[in-house]
């Protein structure tokens, strides 16, 4: 089987599709789609996310040095995508999306109430790679909707909360849970 050649960028997916909220005070505070992002370290939490320098939003990351990732879900995909295709030089996000911002607990930028999961983060870094800039970051607080909290478990149930993914252009559901971690191995009863 021949392989095609594909464009750079399109060499992982899918991706996670978040809304990266920044911002110090509530009138500048803006929301922007990011795809290139995931989790570098689990101790200490470590995240990144790539941002173009022409964003509205990038100035502001840089200047307060946190923001928060806002995870998504189906429900939310036609609010991703506008909030991904317009600028917040432009329009008021918060009020073309309906979401609710609020606070941040431990950084100055706000959290999507609608959101399943908001991580606040401290920028530790910034790297230029060309068309992006990659943030990396430390995760100082975690946000979690009690509608997804498993009473049995106390853990957050990424399934219930039908999250949404981006694969080439393209936004997507997340599918059934395959397996869990180490289930190829594990001894049968």
């Known amino acids: 089987m021949a392989k095609?050649?594909?464009?750079p960028g399109t060499m992982?997916?899918?991706?996670p599709a978040v809304l990266v909220t920044c911002g110090r005070k509530r009138e500048e505070w803006n929301m922007l789609t990011v795809a290139w992002t995931g989790t570098?370290?689990?101790?200490?939490?470590?995240?990144?996310?790539?941002?173009?320098?022409e964003r509205h939003s990038y100035p502001l990351i840089v200047r307060d040095m946190q923001f928060t990732v806002?995870?998504?879900?189906?429900?939310?995909?036609?609010?991703v995508d506008w909030a991904g295709v317009r600028s917040g030089r432009d329009y008021d996000k918060w009020k073309e999306t309906g979401f609710t911002p609020l606070p941040g607990e431990a950084v100055c930028?706000?959290?999507?109430?609608?959101?399943?999961l908001s991580i606040e983060c401290r920028v530790k870094s910034i790297t230029h790679l060309g068309t992006h800039d990659m943030f990396l970051a430390e995760v100082v607080n975690v946000r979690a909707d009690d509608r997804y909290i498993d009473p049995a478990t106390g853990r957050f149930d990424l399934e219930r909360a039908n999250l949404l993914a981006y694969s080439h252009g393209s936004y997507h559901p997340l599918g059934a849970p395959l397996g869990t971690f180490g289930f190829s191995v594990r001894k049968k009863k």
Request: aromatic content about 4%.
């Open 109 to 116: 930028s706000p959290t999507i109430e609608e959101s399943p």
């Open 12 to 15: 992982l997916n899918p991706l």
């Open 4 to 7: 095609q050649s594909w464009r």
């Open 40 to 53: 570098v370290c689990s101790d200490p939490a470590l995240l990144f996310i790539s941002v173009r320098p």
């Open 70 to 79: 806002n995870l998504t879900t189906v429900e939310m995909v036609r609010a």
